[in-house]
């Protein structure tokens, strides 16, 4: 299916979930901030219309970039709790959170995590369109990766299942001297139960479901 008669699927989908509501959304949080911008980011992907699967593709999630205002707030709240430390998007995709992430000058460093090379690719162009150097680019299954800073805070969309995101918690554990997870639409929030609950806020919009854990903090 054409990308342009994927996205016309989506928007019906979106009415149906929503209504006018939900398209005002999508337009005025993605598109909006895309045209605004200069970049790519907003566009659903599903899975079946991934190119190649790679490890861990089978405990993944379809690609949808997260709400503006989402993540603005969560950023909001965390600013000062751990000054300069890393930042991690586990599930970069297109680069969206990366792009936001690196326009605030709250982390000493900036890092995306995807495991589909193509939305890699797309992400290293709108940080160039966006004229944002610094932020690193890694290929890798979540659960491999364990690159952490002492000091991280970590961005995720719902990026994957239950095994997945347990492992990412293990790792930080094993890594990290401190970390804060920004968990957006937090399906499997029970993974964190044993770190403090820095933030939460709870809609009947998934989307607007988040939940901020704390490590040592």
Not at 108 to 132: C, M, R
Not at 148 to 164: G, R
Not at 205 to 210: E, G, I, M, S, V
């Amino acid at each position: 299916m054409s990308a342009l008669k994927r996205e016309i699927e989506h928007i019906g989908f979106l009415f149906q979930q929503g209504g006018i509501r939900k398209l005002y959304e999508y337009v005025s949080e993605n598109i909006a901030f895309d045209l605004k911008n200069g970049i790519e980011t907003s566009m659903w992907l599903e899975k079946g219309d991934f190119t190649s699967h790679p490890p861990m593709f089978d405990h993944g999630v379809r690609y949808r970039a997260s709400l503006t205002s989402e993540v603005l707030q969560a950023f909001q709240k965390i600013a000062g709790l751990m000054p300069q430390a890393s930042f991690f998007d586990m599930g970069c995709g297109k680069g969206k959170v990366l792009c936001l992430a690196a326009k605030t000058g709250l982390f000493s460093h900036i890092t995306g995590i995807d495991y589909y090379p193509v939305f890699l690719k797309t992400a290293e162009q709108n940080l160039k369109n966006l004229k944002q150097t610094g932020v690193s680019l890694v290929e890798a299954d979540m659960t491999k990766f364990d690159d952490f800073a002492p000091d991280s805070i970590i961005y995720m969309y719902n990026p994957a299942d239950l095994v997945v995101i347990d492992k990412v918690r293990e790792n930080l554990e094993k890594t990290c001297r401190r970390a804060i997870v920004i968990y957006n639409k937090p399906l499997h929030a029970e993974v964190f139960k044993d770190w403090r609950v820095i933030d939460y806020k709870t809609s009947p919009d998934l989307d607007r479901n988040t939940t901020i854990f704390g490590f040592n903090v």
